[in-house]
């Protein structure tokens, strides 16, 4: 199983980004999807989650209106669209998937977001 996130970087307050996730070693189409992400300091926390499918989601209060969790499973890639950014949502972000009981995580990208 193989996570590759991209798409972090630095954004200015109410700025946008978008972070893919590209994954393999696995059929993709079959497992939910989540990104989490960590501040400097914080305990991981979850962002939001996709079904298999595409068809359920699920959001942190905190994010709620401003980021949304989409998935292409053709291109076995799930996206996190981040607008209206603020310093609080600086972390890194990682990719998650949970997979025969086992835990499969990305190695992260960072956003921050600064003026």
């Known amino acids: 199983v193989q996570l590759v996130e991209s798409g972090g970087g630095l954004v200015r307050p109410g700025g946008s980004l978008r972070l893919s996730c590209a994954a393999s070693g696995f059929t993709f189409s079959s497992y939910a999807m989540s990104w989490y992400r960590q501040a400097p300091g914080s305990e991981r926390e979850l962002v939001a989650s996709i079904s298999s499918a595409g068809g359920s989601t699920n959001y942190a209060n905190s994010v709620k209106g401003r980021f949304t969790i989409s998935r292409d499973n053709t291109k076995n890639t799930v996206y996190l669209q981040m607008n209206s950014l603020q310093p609080e949502d600086t972390a890194v972000y990682y990719c998650?998937?949970?997979?025969?009981?086992?835990?499969?995580w990305g190695k992260g990208t960072l956003v921050t977001v600064s003026s």
């Open positions: 998650y998937t949970w997979i025969g009981q086992v835990n499969c």
